[in-house]
């Protein structure tokens, strides 16, 4: 169980200094979808990351349909970012992400951004601090507070650590530089899969140094300084990539799953086939011509490419992903 008092101490702190408290926070939250069924106020304030300069967040969970778009307001010298969520959405949190299998055996990109965006969603209303519930809400509150988030969060981290050091590895030929980003990026996310392991579980990355502090991580604190020092020139990308490799493997936890690349058909991307050749294009900004022809049309519903993860792409497959044509995914192996 998540305890609060600190977070509400941290909360009427932040609150007090401006004159107010947060029953009056509750207080000027609008209406416009009905009487709210929850209130949680989370973000950097009540974790102890935030400034005098920072906001406080609140979802707001209401009985109707919404479009879930940020609402900022000032009320008593606050800043309020406000987001609504409908309880439909909301209850069926509990049930997708504890009890589906995940990675699924096809995953493309809408599924791995909803997948992401259900995780941070949960990880705020579960750090987060009860302003009012009613009661049915509460034995939600208490459900999706057990200890399966935390390891969801973590398996999250991980999958996009993989995902990122497998990106790394495929761009490093052709676009060196970039190669080193994903693999910085692989760091980031196994560090956060480690701090979520050690009880952090409070989504947002730009607080990773924060988090290592306070579970007094020091050989993680040292593998993000180290990851930081990120390399100026494509000469230096080579050996920068292999120590990144090198941290990940230190500081990822180890997961258990089973599981495969896949490629995917970014949008915009269009396939022509002129004289014998492939020509792939996205948005008409850039373009590609692969060879031999394969049979990227009228595929709906199915990845570019799937194989195990030590399998490199073929160079025509490459291409596709070296010139931004393809999303990389991690799937379930089949069965």
Known sequence: MIHTDPLAERLDAFLARRGTTHEALVAAI????????????AGSVLHGFGNERSDVDVNVVVDRDVTRLPIGSYAHDVLVDTKYFSAGEVEGWIATIRDDPWPPARLDRDGWVRRQAEIINCSRFACGLVLSAQEQWRAWLAAIREPWLAERIVQWWRLESLRRELAARWLAPAKPLLAAVRAFESVLAA????????GQLYYGPKWLSEKLCIIDDTLGQQTLEEALRFPRFERDAPSYIAACTGMVASARPVGGEQVQAQLWLLPGVRIQELDGRTLVSR??????????????????????WDAPLDAPPPPHVATLFTEDMTWLSIAATPA
Request: glycine share 10%.
């Open 30 to 41: 609008d209406e416009p979808f009905g009487r709210p069924l929850l209130v949680v106020a």
């Open 191 to 198: 560090l956060e899969s480690r701090v979520a392991a050690a």
């Open 283 to 304: 948005w008409n900004l850039r373009g590609a011509e692969v060879s031999p022809s394969i049979p990227l049309v009228a595929r709906g519903g199915e990845p570019v």
